[in-house]
């Protein structure tokens, strides 16, 4: 076992990651600071604790997911652990057992962390109160998916600073959107503002909802005014078909973020998009892939915040 | 503690599993639930496995029922599987207490309107929940500030309003007596007071839980809270209470709903709605307003159900339960008739115990609940 070369600061108050609602100060910044510690470890190209050695990670995915389920797999081997994976389309779900007997049984195989990726709100809590494994969200429905929101954080810290006062724009589709959501949680913690802004049928009905560093921007110029950060969310094409959205066309032309309309924002303000682009749509390429764009870091700090998370859970101590 | 002799409640919608889900509840131990919370009349829902729509399902019920601790008055579905309007003259004949539509309104106003001319023309309620039902769709908790925290898709009360806003000018045209089952908005308490008072034959009924919590109890994601329509806002709780204080409303309903505890334990999208309220209804609302004095609670369980029924008042000395009023108990899943244990008050202290039934004028102990 590698001893780490590096110190991996914080330990957390809570046994699982459900989300980042209700998550203290102290927390986030433990989590974003030993994110950080691994970032700068493997880009110095130091060595990593072994702290997931011998730790069955079990990755419950009941929902489709390319880049997180990757991104978990690779924080996991750094670690040292040997993940497992499970996918429901070729899972005991589809034989009509229970979501609780499932994750009972995979319990009973030894696993120690269940990361929870499912299409609905509320079930990596539902996990965590009927096993004894930690539990890590990755993705519920339209709740959280807080290792996204602690990434995007990460990112921002990187180039921002200390976040306090800084003010974030999202566009997009936040009513159905979990980044959305554990960002609104998590920025205003840490002293940050957001400023949401989408078409009318995909925004917030009670914005109040998310307290008072949260509200509704009245125009794209007005989310974009003094932003030191834009997010970009990805708009589904199903939305079209439900009646949420006359089309893509019409999309771009009143919220697409082209190179004016960034210039509404402070000067050097970043770009953040959580990932896939539909290039030409939320975003158009000239930005997406300009200096301000930090979409690839976020998917790099992607695995630093997974790993710390998990070796903040279930990381053996004196790896 | 003296105990007093409070005349039968009557119940105006309460769900049993028999046929389809007998698992869940029969009409056995919903009977025995029911005398077990203070009710000596229930009107069973018909929406049953198959669903309760004609005569001779009428004839079933009633003949299951028929020596049970309780008085049933089976609905029947105002509607048949196929889309067609129920045979009304024959239910009505075979027994029937009235005809229900459930939880939400037909999708056709027009078609909505046809149910209420027949139904009048048999002279039968018509028992419904003013939902639109396209409003509704696919939303599972109050569409308010606790959705939206938790990224859930919420059922509007607007919902309601637009509900009532299509049943209230059929009324008015067609004469039908239409029951508002579980209303759950201030809008539309308001709506059904003005309807009240321009003299439209309309009737209403809110679930005791919509008077005791609203949606901030669903943070966290308790399926056991999962109820339709959903725990509103602590204004439309306000605004309920205003309603039965006020007269709006009629009565006070149990909105029992059996769920099997294998089905009930579920991811929260996946549990199914409802939760079982006959046996603690009356003890949970005693626990929460202890001041309210028992002849208002007549009223609302009592007296106020029964003429939505066509029943004449209860007469206690015929028809009642004997209650030792300032005893606390606590529901387990030991002490309940009945089979489903779907009880969001399990483990909370209640205040009042039934202690023995009196029918035809003969007392009958009841079985003791864990008293604390």
Known sequence: MTKSAFGIPGSLSTRHLPGLRGLSKKDLVAILDSAQAFRDGFDSGGSVPASLSGVLVVNLFFENSTRTRLSFEAAEKRLGASP??????????????????TVRNIQAMGADVFVVRHSCAGTPGFIAAHTTAAVVNAGDGACEHPTQGLLDALTMRQRLGDLSGKRLAIIGDIRHSRVARSNIWALPTLGASIRLWGPATLL????????????????????LEDADAVMLLRIQHERQSSGLLPSLREYRSSFGLDESRLALAKPGALVLHPGPINRGVEVVSEVADNDHSVILAQVTNGVAVRMAVLHLLAGKKNA | MPEILLPGFCDLGCAFGEPGSEQAETIRSGLAAAARGGWSVVAMEPFTDPAIDTDAQIQLVRHLAADGPCRLIPLAAATRENGALSEMALLREAGAGAVSLGDVLPGSAAFLRSVLEYAAQNDLTVFLHPCDPTLAAEGMVHEGPVAERLGLRGIPSLAEEIGLGTVLPLVRRTGARVHLSRLSTAQGVSMVREGRLEGLPVTADVSFRHLLQDESILEGFPSEWKLFPPLRSESDKRALWQGLLDGTLDAICSLHRPVPTEAKLAEFDVSPYGAIGLETCFSALRAAQPDIPPGQWILWLSTGPRRVLGLAPAVADREGTWWDM???????????????????ELGQTLLSVPTRLRRNGVDTPLPDPIRT
């Open chain 2, 326 to 344: 300032e005893a606390t108990w606590v529901p387990g899943a030991a002490n309940l008739a009945s089979r489903s244990r779907n009880c969001p």
């Open chain 1, 84 to 101: 497992m994976n499970f996918s429901a389309s070729i899972s005991s779900t589809t034989k009509g057992e229970s979501l609780r007997d």
């Open chain 1, 204 to 223: 917030p009905r009670h914005p109040d909802a998310f307290g008072p560093a949260v509200t509704l921007a009245h125009s794209l110029e007005h989310a």
